[in-house]
């Protein structure tokens, strides 16, 4: 895990190197493949970057995304620029004041679910999100060493969700969890990682923070975690709520597995211990 944040370090650096801009800092929590920049202007913002420049075009659309909900009055950055070197796709975007939540409250947990909402507008897109969905987390399936007891859960999860009435023009962040949030006390100032956002169902969102709440509830109080799985409840039929679990948990054991091979299936073991009871509930939970 060390190497890989130095190699994004030393790539984010060597992508501000190539756009003329100077690094000021990385910054505090090393936040994955960013660095706070100057440009020759003087004017300060965050450069991102990730090796892989086929992902331009996503990370434009979620530009796109971010755009649309700024311009509603949404905490997010206003991102500046999208482009592409040979080696890395990157963003420059405003910096938002305030801290990476650390412990998700009651307080915190409030004011995200009231903005994971605020998605549950037109995108200006329309994708087949479940089929989308569904093709990507039977890949990992097929792809990723796991206990066959545990592909065998995410599978039914996944043969569900298949039958599942999905949205598919509202705004997902796709990775809406505590910590790409900021606060100043007891208020949440901003949400940030909006690379990958793109039309589908907003509810993901909701389901993403319940997930990081289910699965690192060091990282939660527990009446936040309350609140954030009683909004799942009260917006997402059991079929979708599972689905979207699934497809999460098999996209996180992915990810690791790709950086520990050795620890995809612990990792997905411990996952599932924490989810089944939103993975095997009937279609009235």
Known sequence: MADADEHAQQQV?????????????????GV??????TTPDGDELVLKTRPDPTLEPVWRTGAEMAARLHAQGYPNPRIV?????????????????GDVLRRLTPAHAGQLIALARRH???????????????AAARRWLDTTAIDPAD??????ALQRGERAD?????IVHGDFHHANALVDGDEVVGVFDWDIAGPGDWRFDLVMLAFGCLVRPRACEPEAAALVTAAVRSECPGDVAALMMAVQVLRATSMIAARR???????CGHMLTALRPWLCASDET
């Open 13 to 29: 650096e060597h992508v501000a190197a190539t756009l003329g801009l100077s690094v000021v800092r990385r910054f505090a929590l």
């Open 32 to 37: 994955f493949g960013a660095v706070l920049i």
């Open 81 to 97: 620029r999208v482009g592409s070197t040979d080696t890395a796709v990157w963003s420059l975007q405003e910096r938002l004041a």
């Open 120 to 134: 549950d507008v037109d995108s200006g897109r329309t994708r087949p999100w479940r089929d989308d969905a569904v």
């Open 151 to 156: 592909a065998r859960v995410l599978a039914a």
């Open 166 to 170: 999905i949205l598919g023009s509202t």
């Open 261 to 267: 091979p050795g620890d995809g299936a612990t990792a």
